[in-house]
């Protein structure tokens, strides 16, 4: 803050023509002054504005493939997998709304001025079976289509979709937590998450510094990518390197859209496998640790 100084002696009296003019450029300099030193705190200070929605006909088409017929018996085998029930009972249907799903940006984590703190990955819906087991239904765009790429247990991305206050949930995968970003505050939804961030929350600037430290080197394109552990794998042969060669790539944020949706095209339609990237890092990981729960 400017100090100011006591005026100095006048022999022109208070109030005259003068020295008003004299107060009023004064304060207007001062003034002037202040804001110019507070103009970058408030660019550093600015809130990232949240990711665009999908469009509606996104989010319509990615139903119609998560309601289809193929899918739904895809569903009964898949919920049979463990001997719960018969595939020809399981009866799934798709229940609730379909969501988009987020996930940490990675140009968030770069540091890129503007960038969304998160990214559309795929769209999600939740199927039940007779006996009320659940999955998630994750549908992607793929050479202009909108198709199935994974089913994983759970509800996971509804039920976390469903507890937004306000502001945009997403998913930082790599520890699997999630999040609410709102304004400018980052809020935890689960036990991962207030383990990242504490249960108070933290503002959307020490989020980034957080995760810039924690993947800053691992982003797709960096050494750690290109000697193949962004798949949450190290240095692999034989048949290992076959498997990772057909492996999707890490994809920057936005390199995949094709349409309105935006960058949910970055999942790769590997139908039955865990083919969604973030950050270079597998899903497949985060579906490991939802079988594991």
Same mark, same amino acid.
């Given at each position: 803050?400017t100090?100011?100084?006591?005026? *100095?002696?006048?022999?022109? &009296?208070?109030?005259?023509?003068?020295?008003?003019?004299a107060?009023?450029?004064?304060?207007t300099?001062?003034?002037?002054?202040?804001?110019?030193?507070?103009?970058? %705190?408030?660019?550093?200070?600015?809130t990232p504005?949240?990711p665009?929605?999908?469009?509606?006909?996104?989010?319509?088409e990615?139903?119609a493939?998560?309601?289809a017929?193929d899918?739904l018996?895809?569903?009964?085998?898949?919920?049979?997998?463990?001997?719960?029930? *018969?595939?020809a009972?399981?009866?799934?249907?798709?229940?609730?709304?379909?969501? #988009?799903v987020y996930?940490?940006? #990675?140009?968030?984590?770069?540091?890129?001025?503007?960038?969304?703190?998160?990214?559309?990955?795929?769209?999600?819906?939740?199927?039940?079976?007779?006996?009320?087991?659940?999955?998630?239904?994750?549908?992607?765009r793929s050479r202009?289509?909108?198709?199935?790429?994974?089913?994983?247990? @759970?509800?996971?991305?509804?039920?976390?979709?469903?507890?937004?206050? @306000?502001?945009?949930?997403?998913?930082e995968?790599?520890?699997?937590?999630?999040?609410?970003?709102?304004?400018?505050?980052?809020?935890?939804?689960?036990?991962?998450?207030?383990?990242?961030?504490?249960?108070?929350?933290?503002?959307?600037?020490?989020? %980034?510094?957080?995760?810039?430290?924690?993947?800053?080197?691992?982003?797709?394109?960096s050494?750690?990518?290109?000697? @193949?552990?962004a798949?949450?794998?190290?240095? %692999?042969?034989?048949?290992?390197?076959? &498997?990772?060669?057909?492996?999707? %790539?890490?994809?920057?944020?936005?390199?995949?859209?094709d349409?309105?949706?935006?960058?949910?095209?970055?999942?790769?339609?590997?139908?039955?496998?865990?083919?969604?990237?973030?950050?270079?890092?597998s899903?497949a990981?985060?579906l490991?640790?939802?079988?594991?729960?």
């Amino acid at each position: 803050m400017t100090e100011r100084s006591a005026p *100095a002696a006048s022999a022109t &009296a208070p109030g005259t023509p003068a020295r008003r003019t004299a107060v009023r450029a004064a304060a207007t300099g001062t003034l002037a002054a202040a804001l110019l030193g507070l103009a970058p %705190q408030s660019a550093l200070a600015a809130t990232p504005a949240p990711p665009p929605a999908p469009a509606i006909s996104a989010v319509t088409e990615a139903r119609a493939a998560a309601t289809a017929p193929d899918t739904l018996a895809t569903l009964s085998r898949f919920f049979a997998r463990d001997g719960a029930v *018969a595939a020809a009972k399981a009866q799934p249907r798709i229940e609730g709304r379909t969501v #988009p799903v987020y996930v940490l940006s #990675p140009d968030f984590v770069r540091g890129k001025a503007g960038a969304p703190v998160s990214r559309l990955e795929f769209l999600a819906s939740t199927a039940v079976s007779a006996d009320g087991q659940k999955a998630s239904v994750w549908t992607a765009r793929s050479r202009g289509a909108w198709k199935v790429v994974n089913i994983a247990t @759970g509800d996971d991305e509804a039920r976390y979709s469903a507890a937004a206050d @306000g502001g945009t949930v997403f998913q930082e995968p790599q520890i699997n937590a999630w999040y609410e970003q709102r304004g400018d505050r980052i809020r935890p939804l689960d036990a991962e998450a207030r383990k990242a961030i504490g249960a108070g929350g933290i503002t959307v600037a020490a989020y %980034q510094k957080r995760v810039a430290k924690a993947y800053g080197d691992k982003l797709p394109g960096s050494a750690y990518d290109r000697r @193949g552990a962004a798949g949450g794998y190290g240095p %692999q042969d034989g048949a290992e390197s076959a &498997a990772a060669a057909a492996r999707p %790539q890490p994809v920057a944020a936005g390199a995949a859209a094709d349409d309105s949706s935006g960058p949910v095209t970055a999942a790769s339609a590997v139908a039955g496998t865990a083919a969604l990237l973030a950050l270079g890092l597998s899903g497949a990981a985060a579906l490991r640790r939802r079988h594991s729960r």
